[in-house]
Structures are given as structure tokens and as C-alpha cells.
């Protein structure tokens, strides 16, 4: 197949591909910016370019960017696991966390994902030691502190999922700067789940609506999302949780109904962005029926 030929010339020039170095690949075809075909899907409008190595643009086909997800959730579990193992404090598997998740956001964001959820602190979580809840709570003070910047730099905007009103002042107060500083940044949305539980944004939006006084029978589920805390964010298309664990431990249950799900055992300071690679390219394997048949899809 000419479509592995010029695969095949691409990697063997060293230009690393991304992911779907195999499976997608054959299955849909790429074209390279070898200059043929390129402005012909390029004036479509549908495809989005991708840096690579060696300053060349490789240009994916629509088919394959439709099985990027558009938002990634992630539980970003096993830091304290990550420590243990080392002979490390857990507060040495935090900040190794705080480490890892900083890189996630920044290949999420090269890759253009364009919405991205970190589980950083459950409404659970304050049953935690006091001690190692301050320090998670100092740990992502200065992480908005350090990171504002480079969000704002690269089109970042920041969004909480949680109450922000009982958190503790300092962290309250580096969010809503970094809320602020990052309102305008269009390029990808970062979700901070802080103080949330799933459970609880439930509720809170059947208060909200019965606050709003609707009648039962005009509740529509368009109305019960626009009360989430995710209201005009798409649904995670791809929920991945480390360490083992297969769960979602209270996280986004309304919105992951329908999402696909990639546990790995790694613990989280080890979730480097080739593993976030691997994690795409298994997603971009799974057939999404949401209810219906493969014969159905493919009739689409
Ligand atoms: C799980 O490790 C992680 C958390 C409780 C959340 C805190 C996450 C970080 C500090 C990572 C960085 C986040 C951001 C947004 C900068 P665990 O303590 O549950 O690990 P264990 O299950 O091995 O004890």
C-alpha cells in the first residue's frame, strides 16, 4: 500500500509519529506534507496541522482527528504508592505528581485536545491527615502560582469543578487570579475538579433547578447540564485513571455515562506523555456505539 510506503519513508527518516504508528494508520491512511493532495483536504477546513520532529508539519486526515478525543478526564491516582516504593514521603509523591500533571497539560495541548479534567481534590479527600491535606493544598497553590504564565502563553483556560468558596484563602485566591488571567485563552480548557464530588454536583443541580421553580415535567437533560459544573463542555470522550485502581471514585458521573474507560498500573508521577500516547491510541481502537449496533455506524 502506498500509504505504508510513505510510512514506512517517514519513520525511517526519523520523523517520530505521535501515535497511531500502526493500527489507525492502516486502517484510515495519513498524508504527509510531501505536497500532494495537502491543499485539497488543507482548504476543507477539516484537518489540524501537527508539529513533528524535524520542523515538518505532518497533516492528519479528518478520520483520524475524529479519534482524538475532545476532552480527557483524568484521576490521577498512586502518588503516595509512587513515594512508598521509593522510600520517598508521600509529600515527595505529590510534588512528583504536581511534575507529571504539569507535563500532561502541556502534551494534551500539543496533541489539541481541547479539553482536559484533572482530579487534584475530592470532597473526600479531607478525611486525609491534616497535614498531607495542607500540603496538597500549598502544592496546588503554587502550581496556579508557577503555571499562569505558560497557560496564558499557550491559550489555556482554567475552569474549577468544585465549591471554591470553602477552600482554604490562599488557594482560593491564586484560583481566582489564575481564573482571571486565564478567562481569554481559547486554544484548550484545563478543569480543575477541586473540592468536587460527583454525587454532590448532582444534587447541587437538582437544587438549582428547583430554585429556578420548572414544573417536573419540563426538566429537560439540556436544562440539568447547563447546572453542572461542566455546563458547555463536552462530555470526556476518554476517562483515564493510574495506579491500578478500576473505578471513578465519585468523578463526573453524570457527564462519563458514555465514556471509555483506560486503567493503567503505572502510578501517576510514572504518566509520562508517551504514555498518554499509548492511552489515544487505544481510544482511537474503540468503536463508540452509544447504544447502537456496528452495522448501524457504519451505515452512517
Ligand atoms: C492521588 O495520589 C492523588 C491525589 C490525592 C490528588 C493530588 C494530585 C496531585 C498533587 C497531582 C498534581 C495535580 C495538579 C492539578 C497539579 P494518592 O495520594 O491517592 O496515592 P495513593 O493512592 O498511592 O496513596
Known amino acids: 500500500m502506498q500509504k505504508e510506503g510513505q510510512l514506512e519513508g517517514l519513520v525511517t527518516a526519523g520523523v517520530r509519529l505521535p501515535f497511531f504508528e500502526s493500527a489507525a494508520v492502516c486502517r484510515y491512511g495519513w498524508i504527509f506534507a510531501a505536497g500532494l493532495a495537502i491543499p485539497r483536504i488543507r482548504d476543507s477546513g477539516r484537518i489540524r496541522a501537527w508539529r513533528c520532529g524535524h520542523g515538518r508539519e505532518m497533516f492528519l486526515m479528518e478520520q483520524i482527528v475524529k479519534e ?3 476532552h480527557i478526564a483524568i484521576i490521577m491516582d498512586g502518588n503516595g504508592r509512587w513515594a512508598q516504593q521509593r522510600g520517598l514521603t508521600r509529600g515527595d509523591g505529590h510534588r512528583a505528581g504536581v511534575r507529571a500533571a504539569r507535563q500532561i497539560v502541556m502534551a494534551c495541548r500539543e496533541r489539541h485536545i481541547p479539553y482536559l479534567t484533572l482530579y487534584a481534590f ?3 479527600n479531607w478525611g486525609r491527615p491534616r497535614a498531607e491535606v495542607s500540603l496538597l493544598f500549598s502544592l496546588l497553590t503554587r502550581f496556579l502560582g508557577d503555571e499562569v504564565e505558560s497557560m496564558v502563553a499557550n491559550g489555556i483556560r482554567l475552569q474549577v469543578f468544585g465549591e471554591v468558596d470553602t477552600l482554604p484563602g490562599p488557594v482560593r485566591t491564586a484560583l481566582e487570579s ?18 468536587y ?6 444534587l447541587r443541580a437538582v437544587r438549582r433547578i ?3 421553580g420548572v414544573s417536573p415535567e419540563s426538566v429537560t437533560e439540556d436544562m440539568f447540564r447547563a447546572q453542572l459544573y461542566s455546563a458547555g463542555q463536552p462530555d470526556p470522550d476518554l476517562v483515564v485513571r493510574t495506579s491500578g ?3 471513578l ?3 463526573l458521573p453524570f ?3 458514555y465514556s471509555e474507560l483506560y486503567f493503567c498500573d503505572m502510578h501517576w508521577p510514572d504518566f509520562t506523555p508517551d504514555e498518554l500516547d499509548r492511552a489515544l491510541e487505544w481510544y482511537a481502537g474503540r468503536e463508540r456505539r452509544f447504544g447502537l449496533t456496528s452495522d448501524q455506524l457504519s451505515e452512517k
Open 255 to 257: 457527564q462519563t455515562a
Open 178 to 195: 489564575a481564573l482571571r488571567r486565564t478567562a481569554a485563552g481559547t486554544a484548550m480548557t484545563v478543569n480543575l475538579a477541586m473540592n
Open 245 to 247: 485502581e478500576r473505578r
Open 197 to 202: 464530588s460527583g454525587r454532590e454536583e448532582i
Open 210 to 212: 428547583v430554585a429556578l
Open 68 to 70: 482524538l478525543p475532545q
Open 249 to 251: 471514585s465519585n468523578y
Open 122 to 124: 475530592s470532597k473526600e
